[in-house]
């Protein structure tokens, strides 16, 4: 399996950014995803995930009601939009899928909330 992140960028507080993962190696549609974050020093978090239909999502607390996870499956694709940023939200953003009884891991998009 193969993920590769996108989208993150350097954004002002209250700012909007979507992220992207495509996916391959795996059939995509069979499995279930998440979004992850890491920021400096602190260890690797739990942000969003979404069933392999879509039909089901779940947030951490900090993002509730300003992330949005969503999937496109014809596009082997799994997007986070996020909205109302905050420093906080500075972290490097992860996809991740288990397959195949392993996690696997994109290299992560930067994602810097300042002014």
């Known amino acids: 399996a193969q993920l590769v992140e996108s989208g993150g960028d350097l954004v002002q507080p209250g700012g909007s950014l979507r992220l992207s993962c495509a996916a391959s190696g795996f059939t995509f549609s069979r499995y279930h995803m998440r979004w992850y974050r890491q920021a400096p020093g602190k260890e690797r978090e739990f942000v969003a995930f979404?069933?392999?239909?879509?039909?089901?999502?779940n947030y951490a607390d900090s993002v509730k009601g300003r992330f949005a996870i969503s999937r496109d499956n014809a596009k082997n694709t799994v997007y986070l939009q996020m909205n109302a940023l905050k420093p906080e939200d500075t972290a490097v953003y992860y996809c991740?899928?288990?397959?195949?009884?392993?996690?696997?891991w994109g290299q992560g998009t930067q994602v810097t909330v300042s002014s």
């Open positions: 991740n899928v288990y397959f195949d009884s392993r996690h696997y």
């Open positions: 979404i069933t392999d239909t879509g039909g089901s999502t």
